[in-house]
């Protein structure tokens, strides 16, 4: 592989058939980024569960959550001019924008980090209120103290934002709202406070003037949040030309905040490469990857329901190691060990 990160001999290490539907009559389509942590001397996921139901030949369906949370099936006739399926993860139908899948957030557990199962007994995250009617994605968690905080992105007909919620035992989970208004994604809160403050990465989107670039907010309750600069532009020409959007939390090195974040192309080719921000004042960008430390080429990571991704927002540091989970080609859950030195020597190379 010509990249840094080392694939676990056992990708994927899940797939859409290894997990059962919500409800029956849904299937699993895809598994993607998972948020991670460790519980109970555990390794745990998050997984983001897209699902809809089994496909007609002649139609496209799909889920969303109705006005009191009950779940409908839209379906629209594949013939229909009005109908745009030209993006397999979007559908537009007469100026109206949809998800083709509706996703949600699974539990599963693992003891040596590889081998994954669900254990029922934990409740999954649904989306909920007219904010998540089309699902809830890409978990990030962090845990401070004995809390653990989730940032997920929450979509609906009212655009894409951030949501928060928190548990310290994950069968009670308390909602917070959505903390950043569309458009927003991508929000990866910093393990701990630095002056006092809590920090946190995040997406907007500023289409017509800007573009998908990573900010950094601070707030002091984790819910509110102001005092947004932006941090790091996609850059025109390379690997992360077209959007560039924050990993899981920052991991704390003797360099600086090392943060690992995804970047597109215009083909959207999504690849990894590194962020290094000053502890102290992590607003100062002391270093990025010019070349990716992870690209999309493994079989699993070139094809599948969007080919060509490898997307992270979780990950556990154990020394030097920091072992990444991914979503694959928008389709399965697969892992990989990087060297945090190793990463730092190739960011050094390109100090800015
Ligand atoms: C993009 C992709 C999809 C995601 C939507 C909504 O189209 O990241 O995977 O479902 O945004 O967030």
Not at 175 to 185: A, E, F, R, T, V
Not at 226 to 241: E, F, K, N, T, Y
């Amino acid at each position: 592989m010509p990249d840094i990160a080392k694939r676990f001999p056992e990708n994927p290490i899940l797939k859409p058939d290894d997990i059962r539907p919500s409800i029956d009559g849904m299937k699993v389509e895809c598994l993607l980024n998972p948020g991670v942590f460790r519980f109970k001397e555990q390794t745990w996921l998050l997984l983001r569960v897209a699902e809809r139901p089994e496909q007609k030949s002649d139609k496209t369906s799909f889920p969303i959550l109705g006005a009191k949370g009950e779940l409908q099936i839209l379906e629209f006739d594949n013939a229909d001019p009005k109908l745009n399926r030209a993006d397999p993860r979007v559908i537009g139908y007469d100026g109206k924008d949809y998800l083709t899948t509706m996703s949600h957030l699974r539990l599963v557990a693992s003891n040596d980090g590889i081998h994954f199962a669900e254990d029922q007994s934990y409740p999954s995250l649904f989306g909920r209120g007219e904010l998540e009617s089309y699902g809830i994605e890409d978990c990030r968690v962090v845990q401070i103290g004995a809390t653990y905080y989730l940032t997920f992105t929450e979509v609906s007909e009212h655009g894409v934002g951030v949501g928060l919620r928190s548990t310290t035992d994950w069968r009670n989970i308390r909602q917070h709202g959505m903390i950043l208004p569309p458009h927003n994604k991508d929000c990866a809160i910093f393990g701990e406070q630095i002056g006092g403050k809590y920090y946190a990465l995040h997406r907007p989107s500023s289409p017509t003037l800007g573009g998908n670039y990573i900010w950094l907010a601070e707030s002091p309750d984790l819910v509110h949040w102001g005092q947004h600069r932006c941090l790091a532009h996609s850059r025109p020409g390379l690997w992360d030309s077209a959007r560039v959007g924050a990993g899981a939390a920052p991991i704390r090195t003797a360099e600086g905040w090392l943060e690992i974040y995804h970047g597109a192309n215009g083909e959207h080719r999504y690849c990894l490469g590194a962020l290094l921000l000053d502890l102290e004042s992590p607003w100062k960008v002391l270093a990025r990857s010019r070349e990716p430390i992870m690209e999309p080429v493994a079989d699993y990571e070139r094809t599948g329901f969007f080919g060509n991704v490898v997307f992270t927002n979780g990950h556990l540091v154990d020394g030097d190691t920091v072992t990444l989970y991914y979503g694959a080609s928008d389709s399965v859950i697969c892992g990989a060990r990087l060297s945090i030195q190793e990463i730092l020597q190739t960011i050094r190379s390109s100090a800015i």
